[in-house]
Every structure is written in structure tokens, then in C-alpha cells.
């Protein structure tokens, strides 16, 4: 029971980090209809620069709360002068473009740190936490804590914000919201710094966890991609929903059923699954089109 | 009285098909102004270029300056409201929600807060539904939504594309009523374009009769309605 209770938890943990980078993919998709393949090396690279802060000297969180400062400006610049130029183009384009960028990144990380994994720092004690008569790692609990606050953060920022519903107006009604005077193309900018921002938080903390490689997002990409298709891709919560979902079971698929070896392929079959089952998610909208 | 807005020699294209071949009007302070005409005349892409919507070339001057070259996001802040066709609701926004992007421009946040009891004095209704997705709400509610959100604004000049299109006829009394009340208690002038051309000469002070992209008649409503070929056309009898 203990081993099983200590497997949830570590689901959890991981699919706290599968829910925020869901999260970011959805809000992205949210306001452009398209995924963004670049979103887990996005978040790999800011990762890098959090360690190049650590290395040099500075204190975890201040190197935390900087990196998160830079990858929020760093995905505003990536919409701004890199995908702006293709808002109009054909899907296939702009899909390119994306893989594009996952590509450079993934090289630029490559050849500025080298291949060779390096070891990230998690902030939390390195004993293990005892609740009642159970231990869990004090990593785990922490990261779940961050993703809790982050998405906590998020939804105020959304729900209650000027700017927030500013952002979820642009997204649903570009031409409306330039008829109420949202600068349209400034709140798609935002929502680029914050989906990297949110990703940035999900690579320090699972970073620890999966050692700092110019790759180690790649899984994870998969896994959250199968996230935010469970919760129905657009919609934010369920993205949430689906990337607590998705870690848990693939911990519990892991140790009970089908072993660690194929655990990435669960990803593909629950993708493959819920799009041949049931293409909207558990809470996407059901796209009905007149003919 | 000083003209409000001024439109001279304007031209609308959607890409290679050219829909306005130049329009001149103008709205004096505090009028109600109606642009009549039947499907496809260009009215509605007249509504368009004066809020940057089309490509468009010629003058428009507001209040004295001249805005042909602004963004609309930036004619917004000049104080223009568009209630566009089709209402342009925020379909999965609250009616609240609506309501409230309608002010995202304004600064005096004390008078926002006020002002939306003073729509929802005009439109009970709406009230009633202020926590409700707005995409689910009836047409005519919804209508009421978008003039309130352009109301939200407010503006200096309100442009109100159909306002009667696909309404019950005791709905578009209701609009049309608290349009002219708004008018007259709030000094708004506004721009209506409409089909339903006896019901928008009975609230208007001015009209322009807009055939195929061009004005082809103008003058004081009483005028227009006297008119024996808009009799004909527009009004029938």
C-alpha cells in the first residue's frame, strides 16, 4: 500500500510539470489554433540559463524568479519578430516554422552547454518528508507546490485582471477586440511570454529530477501534448486536469503493468486513443461546422 | 453646427473587389445620421472603413482630425464605438464580461463601475443575465449586449451596423426607443445603417440613400421620407 500510495504521489509530481506544459501549449493554441512544437525546448533553454545563474554564484530563487523574468521576455521576442511574420501563412508554414525553432534551441543548448547531462539543483530539503506514517521526497511535494501556485497565479491573472480577460477576449474575438481598442497582436506577444514562462517553471523543477540534457524535454513534450488532448485542447482547465491524469497513470501503467521501458508509449496511444475516441477531450467544446 | 465627422471621397476594397467608390457624408454633433440602402450597397463596409476595418483611401476627418490612418484600436480611444454586424458578441464571456471590455479603453475606472448600472437601467434584461455566457443569450439580447457594450465606451459618436437584423419587431421598438433616448439625454451622435428604412427615418435627422458604393441621395429625414423613388424602393408604399 505504501509503494503504491508513493507511486500516486510521484504521478502527481510529475504531472503537475505535464499540466503546466500542457498548459502553456493550450494557451497558445487557445489564441492561434496551432501547437507549438517548440514549447518543452523553450523550456529546456531557460532551464540552461537558470543553472548558468546558479553556476555563476547566485542564490536558487533569485535565479529562479530572473530565469522566469527572462523566458517571459524571451517568448515575447520569439512572437514579435519571428512568428508575427507568419500570422497569415498557410498552417503548414507556421508549423515548420515551430519545428524550426525546436530544432535551433535544441542546438543552441547543444552547443553552447554540450550534450553531456549536467545535474540541476532542486531547491527543497534532500530528506525525505514523513506524513503520518509515510515518506515522500520533499522534491516531489515542492514541485507540486510550485505548479499549484503557478496555475493558482494564473487563473487570478485571467479571471480577475483587465488584462487577463483582455487576453481571453483576443483570443476568442480578434475583431471585436480591436473594435474595444485590445492591441490584438500585443496580447498573442503576452501570451507567448507567459506560456514560456509557465514552461520555464516546469523545466527547473523537473530538471532535478530527469538530470539537465539539451533533450529533456522531449518526453515530457509528449506526455503534456497527451495532457492537453485528454482535457480537450482547449480548455485550460482540462489540460490541468489531464496532466495530473495523464502522470498518474503512467507512474501506476509503469511500476504495475507495463514497465518503465514503455511508458513514452503510452503517450502515443493515449494520443492516438483520445483522437480516434474522442477528438474533443474530456472537456474540449465539440467543433459542430454547418455545411 | 460643426460637422462631427466628415467623410469626402471615400473608397473601400475587400482585395481585388471594390465595394465603395467614393462616398462623401457628414454627421453634425449630436445627430442621428442614417445611411439607407439595400443588400450590398456598402453600407456596412462604409461602418467598416471609418473604424479601419478595409483597405480604404480618402479623407475622413472626427472631430477636426483627420483619422484615416489610424489603427482601430486607435480610433476606438478617439471615443468611435462600432456596434459591427453581426453584434460581434464574446461568445463564451459573461454578459458582465462583454460589458466590461466595452470600457477596456477608459481610465476613470469609478465611472466604469457606475456605468453599468446605468446600462443595465436602460436594459433590465441584461441584468438579469449579467453571470450568463453571452453566447447564450437570444438575439435580441444579444443585440442589447452589443449596443451596451459600445454604450460602455462612451463614446462621442456610436456607429450601429443593423441593429434591427433578425429581431422581433417589439425588440427593435425597445432599441430603437433607448437609441433615441441616449441620443438626446447623452448628447451621443450616432450613425445608424439600416434596411429597415421607416423605422431609421423615423428616428434619424439626416439621411444618405447609398446605391452600389455611391451616395445618391441626401437630406433631412423628413425629405428622404417625402422622396417618391425612395417611396417606392425603400419604404413601400
Same mark, same amino acid.
Given at each position: 500500500?505504501?509503494?503504491?500510495?508513493?507511486?500516486?504521489?510521484?504521478?502527481?509530481?510529475?504531472?503537475?510539470?505535464?499540466?503546466?506544459?500542457?498548459?502553456?501549449?493550450?494557451?497558445?493554441?487557445?489564441?492561434?489554433?496551432?501547437?507549438?512544437?517548440?514549447?518543452?525546448?523553450?523550456?529546456?533553454?531557460?532551464?540552461?540559463?537558470?543553472?548558468?545563474?546558479?553556476?555563476?554564484?547566485?542564490?536558487?530563487?533569485?535565479?529562479?524568479?530572473?530565469?522566469?523574468?527572462?523566458?517571459?521576455?524571451?517568448?515575447?521576442?520569439?512572437?514579435?519578430?519571428?512568428?508575427?511574420?507568419?500570422?497569415?501563412?498557410?498552417?503548414?508554414?507556421?508549423?515548420?516554422?515551430?519545428?524550426?525553432?525546436?530544432?535551433?534551441?535544441?542546438?543552441?543548448?547543444?552547443?553552447?552547454?554540450?550534450?553531456?547531462?549536467?545535474?540541476?539543483?532542486?531547491?527543497?530539503?534532500?530528506?525525505?518528508?514523513?506524513?503520518?506514517?509515510?515518506?515522500?521526497?520533499?522534491?516531489?511535494?515542492?514541485?507540486?507546490?510550485?505548479?499549484?501556485?503557478?496555475?493558482?497565479?494564473?487563473?487570478?491573472?485571467?479571471?480577475?485582471?483587465?488584462?487577463?480577460?483582455?487576453?481571453?477576449?483576443?483570443?476568442?474575438?480578434?475583431?471585436?477586440?480591436?473594435?474595444?481598442?485590445?492591441?490584438?497582436?500585443?496580447?498573442? $506577444? #503576452?501570451?507567448? &511570454?507567459?506560456? !514560456?514562462?509557465? =514552461? +520555464? %517553471?516546469? *523545466?527547473?523543477?523537473?530538471?532535478? @529530477?530527469?538530470?539537465?540534457?539539451?533533450?529533456?524535454?522531449?518526453?515530457?513534450?509528449?506526455?503534456?501534448?497527451?495532457? $492537453? #488532448?485528454?482535457? &480537450?485542447?482547449? !480548455?485550460?482547465? =482540462? +489540460? %490541468?486536469? *489531464?496532466?495530473?491524469?495523464?502522470? @498518474?497513470?503512467?507512474?501506476?501503467?509503469?511500476?504495475?503493468?507495463?514497465?518503465?521501458?514503455?511508458?513514452?508509449?503510452? $503517450? #502515443?496511444?493515449?494520443?492516438?486513443?483520445?483522437?480516434?475516441?474522442?477528438?474533443? *477531450?474530456?472537456?474540449?467544446?465539440?467543433?459542430?461546422?454547418?455545411? | 453646427?460643426?460637422?462631427?465627422?466628415?467623410?469626402?471621397?471615400?473608397?473601400?476594397?475587400?482585395?481585388?473587389?471594390?465595394?465603395?467608390?467614393?462616398?462623401?457624408?457628414?454627421?453634425?454633433?449630436?445627430?442621428?445620421?442614417?445611411?439607407?440602402?439595400?443588400?450590398?450597397?456598402?453600407?456596412?463596409?462604409?461602418?467598416?472603413?471609418?473604424?479601419?476595418?478595409?483597405?480604404?483611401?480618402?479623407?475622413?476627418?472626427?472631430?477636426?482630425?483627420?483619422?484615416?490612418?489610424?489603427?482601430?484600436?486607435?480610433?476606438?480611444?478617439?471615443?468611435?464605438?462600432?456596434?459591427?454586424?453581426?453584434?460581434?458578441?464574446?461568445?463564451?464571456?459573461?454578459?458582465?464580461?462583454?460589458?466590461?471590455?466595452?470600457?477596456?479603453?477608459?481610465?476613470?475606472?469609478?465611472?466604469?463601475?457606475?456605468?453599468?448600472?446605468?446600462?443595465?437601467?436602460?436594459?433590465?434584461?441584461?441584468?438579469?443575465?449579467?453571470?450568463?455566457?453571452?453566447?447564450?443569450?437570444?438575439?435580441?439580447?444579444?443585440?442589447?449586449?452589443?449596443?451596451?457594450?459600445?454604450?460602455?465606451?462612451?463614446?462621442?459618436?456610436?456607429?450601429?451596423?443593423?441593429?434591427?437584423?433578425?429581431?422581433?419587431?417589439?425588440?427593435?421598438?425597445?432599441?430603437?426607443?433607448?437609441?433615441?433616448?441616449?441620443?438626446?439625454?447623452?448628447?451621443?451622435?450616432?450613425?445608424?445603417?439600416?434596411?429597415?428604412?421607416?423605422?431609421?427615418?423615423?428616428?434619424?435627422?439626416?439621411?444618405?440613400?447609398?446605391?452600389?458604393?455611391?451616395?445618391?441621395?441626401?437630406?433631412?429625414?423628413?425629405?428622404?421620407?417625402?422622396?417618391?423613388?425612395?417611396?417606392?424602393?425603400?419604404?413601400?408604399?
Amino acid at each position: 500500500m505504501d509503494a503504491f500510495l508513493n507511486q500516486v504521489f510521484a504521478g502527481l509530481a510529475t504531472g503537475g510539470i505535464y499540466a503546466s506544459v500542457a498548459l502553456a501549449l493550450v494557451m497558445i493554441y487557445q489564441a492561434t489554433h496551432l501547437v507549438n512544437f517548440a514549447q518543452g525546448e523553450l523550456a529546456m533553454f531557460s532551464t540552461y540559463i537558470a543553472w548558468t545563474l546558479i553556476d555563476a554564484g547566485m542564490p536558487y530563487w533569485a535565479a529562479f524568479f530572473l530565469t522566469v523574468v527572462i523566458a517571459f521576455v524571451l517568448g515575447v521576442l520569439i512572437e514579435r519578430i519571428i512568428v508575427r511574420p507568419v500570422e497569415r501563412a498557410p498552417v503548414l508554414s507556421v508549423v515548420v516554422v515551430f519545428i524550426g525553432l525546436l530544432v535551433i534551441f535544441n542546438s543552441l543548448a547543444g552547443w553552447i552547454y554540450s550534450y553531456t547531462i549536467k545535474v540541476f539543483p532542486s531547491p527543497f530539503p534532500k530528506e525525505p518528508v514523513h506524513i503520518g506514517s509515510h515518506f515522500f521526497s520533499a522534491h516531489q511535494i515542492g514541485a507540486v507546490g510550485v505548479t499549484l501556485v503557478v496555475l493558482g497565479l494564473l487563473y487570478a491573472f485571467f479571471r480577475y485582471t483587465p488584462l487577463g480577460l483582455a487576453m481571453r477576449a483576443a483570443a476568442q474575438n480578434p475583431d471585436s477586440s480591436r473594435l474595444v481598442g485590445i492591441r490584438v497582436g500585443w496580447m498573442l $506577444a #503576452l501570451g507567448w &511570454g507567459l506560456a !514560456s514562462a509557465i =514552461g +520555464a %517553471v516546469a *523545466g527547473m523543477m523537473v530538471a532535478p @529530477v530527469v538530470y539537465l540534457d539539451p533533450n529533456m524535454m522531449a518526453g515530457i513534450l509528449l506526455y503534456a501534448f497527451a495532457a $492537453a #488532448l485528454v482535457g &480537450g485542447v482547449d !480548455s485550460p482547465g =482540462g +489540460a %490541468v486536469l *489531464g496532466g495530473f491524469l495523464v502522470g @498518474v497513470l503512467e507512474n501506476l501503467l509503469g511500476a504495475y503493468v507495463i514497465g518503465n521501458e514503455l511508458k513514452l508509449a503510452f $503517450a #502515443l496511444v493515449l494520443i492516438v486513443g483520445v483522437l480516434v475516441v474522442r477528438p474533443s *477531450g474530456l472537456f474540449g467544446k465539440v467543433h459542430v461546422t454547418r455545411v | 453646427m460643426a460637422a462631427l465627422l466628415e467623410v469626402s471621397n471615400l473608397h473601400a476594397a475587400y482585395g481585388p473587389t471594390r465595394v465603395l467608390h467614393g462616398i462623401d457624408f457628414s454627421l453634425e454633433e449630436g445627430s442621428i445620421t442614417a445611411l439607407l440602402g439595400a443588400n450590398g450597397a456598402g453600407k456596412t463596409t462604409t461602418l467598416r472603413a471609418l473604424c479601419a476595418m478595409v483597405q480604404t483611401s480618402g479623407e475622413i476627418s472626427f472631430g477636426g482630425a483627420r483619422i484615416e490612418a489610424k489603427a482601430t484600436e486607435d480610433i476606438v480611444r478617439l471615443g468611435i464605438a462600432h456596434v459591427p454586424d453581426g453584434r460581434g458578441t464574446f461568445v463564451n464571456l459573461s454578459t458582465e464580461e462583454n460589458l466590461r471590455l466595452g470600457a477596456y479603453v477608459r481610465k476613470d475606472k469609478r465611472a466604469v463601475e457606475q456605468d453599468f448600472e446605468r446600462i443595465y437601467a436602460y436594459f433590465p434584461r441584461l441584468k438579469e443575465r449579467r453571470h450568463q455566457q453571452a453566447g447564450t443569450l437570444s438575439g435580441g439580447e444579444q443585440q442589447m449586449l452589443a449596443v451596451s457594450r459600445a454604450l460602455m465606451l462612451r463614446p462621442r459618436l456610436l456607429l450601429l451596423d443593423e441593429p434591427s437584423f433578425g429581431l422581433a419587431p417589439l425588440i427593435v421598438r425597445e432599441i430603437f426607443d433607448i437609441m433615441r433616448a441616449i441620443n438626446q439625454s447623452e448628447k451621443v451622435s450616432i450613425l445608424l445603417v439600416e434596411q429597415n428604412a421607416a423605422m431609421a427615418l423615423d428616428l434619424a435627422d439626416h439621411a444618405y440613400l447609398i446605391e452600389t458604393g455611391r451616395v445618391v441621395l441626401s437630406g433631412s429625414a423628413d425629405e428622404i421620407k417625402q422622396n417618391d423613388a425612395v417611396r417606392r424602393s425603400y419604404l413601400g408604399y
